[in-house]
């Protein structure tokens, strides 16, 4: 992990004591493997300008990734990811941009164009018989001001949806500060008038212990990171146990995220958790591929995803 967080290449593992011959045959990888070290031509930095445009214009399209039942299969409601759709560069995550959002006070205006969003799908959604809980994140410094919970509050009235049907995912994208009592109180407040709250990317330094403490939370999503390959990990696995056990210890309704195989849907299973996100269910799609998916995840879960062991 060290070497990677240098970005140095590494070309692979020897073990004292060190023969030439070993030597040279992992040396003579160094060819193959230097073309990915290639620069990372996507690692473009944009301005607060071209941000702001790309606002301006509806260049941020919302994404939606299915949360699932474990136990039936049912589809419960979808997360919320935001994408550009660059008119020059063609898709570019979010990666790319939320952390530019936020340090130039864009943040508020973009999740405010996210939510608005998400409440016009939700509200198609439920004009067609599908009741989906949606999710969105919330950055930290979204919740610097009371104004932007009375704009979410009148926001979601204004679409005739219910707090309820709306999970606002949070995580620390960065420390909460010195006072962290306007944070408290927007979530306190927002999870009074019944809005679900979602301690998101959970045992990651982010998202810590004393956060379930503090704030309210209904439901807690395992960080990738402790999910994907933990049933053959024996730390994953501990992780992963841990943060199921504190969830239900607290009465909280848990979240798997980064599914990614079959292998890892059956861990979720034996072990109880409540719902599911991943590529193994879904890659996060566009609203117009949602009802195609949903269609063809039926006929997976008919099929026997749910009852089918490895
Ligand atoms: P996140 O909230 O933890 O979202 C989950 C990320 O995991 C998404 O990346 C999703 O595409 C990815 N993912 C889903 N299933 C799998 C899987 O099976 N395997 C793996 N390896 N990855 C999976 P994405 O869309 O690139 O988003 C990255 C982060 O950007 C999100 O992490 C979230 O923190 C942030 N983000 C996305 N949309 C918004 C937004 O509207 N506002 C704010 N403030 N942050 C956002
Ligand atoms: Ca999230
Ligand atoms: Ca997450």
Not at 49 to 56: D, M, N, P, R, V
Not at 70 to 76: F, L, P, Q, S
Not at 189 to 203: A, P, V
Not at 243 to 257: D, I, N, P, R, Y
Request: net charge negative; with cysteine; glycine share 6%.
């Amino acid at each position: 992990k060290l070497v990677h967080a240098h970005k140095i290449p590494m070309l692979g593992y020897l073990h004292k004591p060190v023969s030439p011959d070993k030597l040279s045959e992992i040396m003579s990888q160094w060819g193959a493997s230097s073309s990915e070290n290639k620069p990372q031509s996507n690692k473009k930095i944009y301005s607060a300008a071209e941000l702001q445009s790309a606002i301006a214009n509806h260049e941020l399209i919302n994404y939606y990734q299915p949360k699932v039942s474990v136990a039936t299969g049912e589809v419960i409601g979808v997360e919320t990811l935001v994408r550009w759709h660059h008119p020059v560069d063609g898709l570019v995550f979010p990666d790319h941009f939320i952390g530019i959002a936020e340090k130039n006070h864009l943040i508020n205006e973009l999740t405010t164009c996210v939510l608005t969003n998400a409440l016009t799908q939700a509200k198609i959604w439920h004009e067609n018989g599908l009741n989906l809980r949606v999710a969105i994140n919330l950055s930290m410094d979204n919740l610097a001001s009371l104004d932007f919970q009375d704009l979410v509050v009148n926001l979601v009235t204004q679409a005739g949806l219910s707090p309820q049907g709306i999970v606002l995912e949070v995580t620390e994208s960065q420390v909460m500060g010195a006072d962290a009592r306007v944070p408290l109180e927007i979530l306190t407040r927002l999870r009074l008038k019944r809005f679900h709250l979602s301690i998101d990317d959970f045992g990651t330094g982010h998202s810590s212990l004393a956060q379930l403490r503090d704030i309210p939370f209904d439901e807690l999503k395992i960080d990738q990171s402790f999910v994907h390959r933990a049933w053959t990990d024996d730390t994953l696995r501990a992780i992963y146990d841990a943060s199921l056990s504190v969830a239900k210890q607290l009465g909280m309704e848990t979240v798997a995220e980064g599914v990614e195989d079959q292998h890892d849907w059956e861990l979720l299973r034996q072990t109880g958790c409540d719902l599911a996100q991943g590529n193994f269910v879904s890659r996060p799609l566009q609203a117009a591929n949602f009802s195609t998916w949903t269609e063809e995840w039926k006929n997976r879960v008919r099929n026997g995803l749910i009852a089918d062991s490895v």
